[in-house]
């Protein structure tokens, strides 16, 4: 198949009204968390990007029944009949780890290979070893594969997390609904989609309280009890903040629809930071800008701080505007490889470990550039609208992985772009 590419060309102004999809990083758990269910359980709102594909093919390859209908999925686990997970598959994806608990909570087992995925970080899977064995699971790894037992069964335990992980938090959650007794998670991820899928848990008949929380109560129930439901997914904070970043780069007024603006609080204090005005409804944000950007001091941090997965997008900010700002990485420690290539685009970032100092520049160039990871790949996209000349963006697959229809949504707000074969370019 012919490589993709986007090409960015120099727009002026980026304004109107787009909706986001429902949130990645929401909807790959509850696909997951379906298995719990024993049936046909319905997501709404699940987001049309690739991978969500992966995710559902790892059901299928389990012999689950999965059939998507426009932006519903269906998920039917009644016939799942496996506990091990392909190889070729996980690799693909970090996120397909989150099957472990769910499998290990319906079979008392699992069999799920080593995450592959970004390039970000180590992203280590210890945590959600450490508050599974509090449960009762025992771990070994087997030629690349990471098996589960649960010799004695599952039960509750009390489970103090040394970092929010929440990945952590969602395997330990799942495995925890159907563990004899009660379990909490101490130091427990708060973001906005730990408690859409403890809601999407409770509707299965789990009992789950406290999610949004640092600290998450989980009272156990019979597998038996667990049942099918249905369930809309939450709104895409990240894809939301992206397009607001759009906004605040090219002037707006740019409107983001489908979002609680709950979920972005530190997001836009920095964007007000920045000189932006914000305004917001009960689920939309509306972002512009008419004054010059400012330095702006950016340090990523568990939800509610600021996110890591909009580093990239406010590092672009900081590119543009009057004076210096230090970027401080906190959550990965491989964020920064968007800072290489939109220096080719004339931006001036010195990095020192985990904090960049980014001085802001007139203008960016267009030039050509590569996608490192999703997050990277829709923030040079962005700059690529706002520097002068053309920007071809490379490697997009990254950004397909996690924005829905990206070039058609910028294109709606009045931005120069295109896909198209790259040999098709030459």
Not at 51 to 58: G, P, Q, R, T, W
Not at 264 to 271: H, Q, S, V, Y
Not at 379 to 405: F, W
């Amino acid at each position: 198949m012919a490589e993709e590419v986007i090409i960015a060309r120099e727009t002026p102004v980026l304004k109107g009204t787009v909706r986001v999809a429902g949130a990645k990083n929401s909807a790959l758990k509850l696909i997951a968390a379906a298995i719990l269910g024993q049936g046909e359980t319905t997501l709404r709102n699940v987001p049309l990007i690739s991978d969500i594909d992966i995710m559902s093919e790892v059901l299928e390859r389990l012999g689950a029944r999965v059939v998507r209908n426009g932006h519903e999925l269906l998920v039917d686990t009644s016939q799942v009949d496996s506990f091990e997970t392909p190889y070729e598959l996980v690799t693909k994806m970090r996120a397909s780890i989150s099957v472990l608990g769910p499998l290990v909570g319906r079979f008392g087992q699992a069999r799920v290979a080593m995450p592959g995925g970004c390039q970000i970080g180590a992203r280590n899977i210890d945590m959600h070893l450490v508050g599974m064995e509090e449960l009762g699971v025992e771990f070994s790894v087997d030629h690349g594969n990471l098996v589960a037992t649960t010799p004695k069964g599952l039960h509750g335990g009390n489970i103090l997390l040394d970092f929010p992980s929440v990945g952590a938090t969602e395997n330990t959650m799942m495995a925890a609904c159907v563990a004899e007794g009660t379990t909490t998670i101490d130091n427990a991820a708060r973001e906005p989609e730990i408690e859409d899928l403890a809601n999407m848990l409770n509707a299965m008949g789990a009992k789950v309280q406290g999610a949004g929380t640092s600290t998450i109560t989980i009272e156990g129930v019979l597998l038996e009890s667990m049942h099918p439901c249905v369930h809309t997914t939450v709104g895409d904070r990240i894809e939301a903040g992206t397009y607001l970043t759009g906004g605040a780069l090219l002037g707006g007024p740019v409107t983001v629809e489908g979002i609680n603006p709950t979920f972005l609080r530190m997001a836009l204090t920095k964007l007000e930071a920045f000189g932006c005005t914000v305004e917001t409804g009960e689920d939309s944000i509306t972002v512009s800008r008419t004054q010059p950007l400012r330095a702006t001091d950016i340090q990523t941090l568990p939800y509610p701080g600021f996110p890591t997965d909009l580093q990239a997008q406010f590092m672009l900010l900081a590119a543009l505007a009057k004076g210096s700002s230090i970027v401080t990485e906190n959550v990965f420690e491989n964020r920064f490889m968007f800072a290489a290539e939109i220096a080719r685009m004339g931006a001036d970032i010195n990095i020192e470990e985990h904090h960049a100092v980014v001085t802001g520049v007139e203008r960016l160039q267009g030039a050509p550039v590569e996608s490192t990871d999703l997050r990277a790949g829709a923030a040079l996209v962005l700059a690529g609208l706002a520097a002068e000349g053309e920007t071809i963006v490379r490697h997009i697959e990254h950004i397909d992985r996690g924005y829905e229809d990206y070039v058609g949504k910028l294109a709606s707000l009045g931005a120069d772009i295109e896909r198209a074969a790259l040999e098709s370019l030459n």
